[in-house]
Nanobody, 122 residues
């Protein structure tokens, strides 16, 4: 009874910035954790950043100091601000909601978005 709608992504030169957003739609009551994962072609999907309702944050080592995750619970939206982008950041970025609860029918469920492509050129 919910879905994730993502936006952002695109092509940017090394050193540039992008901001991704992911909004959960539906009669959302709460989302425990929202995060971003990326899939590099031929590589394992990795955690980029996560944020809890506290909010507590966690970042992958490769993006610490460059990426910032934030959430707006009033909009049920999570953002990923990506600065100082590097070619190795090129990937498809997937949004994930963990522990999502709706007003009726869904309790503590996980949802994945269909992420945009981020390409960083050198």
């Amino acid at each position: 009874q919910a879905q994730l709608v993502e936006s952002g992504g695109g092509l940017v030169q090394a050193g540039g910035s992008l901001r991704l957003s992911c909004a959960a739609s539906g009669t959302i009551v709460s989302i425990n954790v929202m995060g971003w994962y990326r899939q590099t072609p031929g590589k394992q999907r990795e955690m980029v950043a996560k944020i809890s309702s506290a909010p507590l944050t966690a970042y992958g080592d490769s993006v610490k100091g460059r990426f910032t995750i934030s959430r707006d619970d009033a909009k049920n939206t999570v953002y990923l601000q990506m600065n100082s982008l590097k070619p190795e950041d090129t990937a498809v970025y997937y949004c994930k909601a963990e522990g999502l609860t709706t007003r009726v029918g869904t309790r503590g469920a996980d949802y994945w978005g269909q992420g945009p492509q981020v390409t960083v050129s050198s």
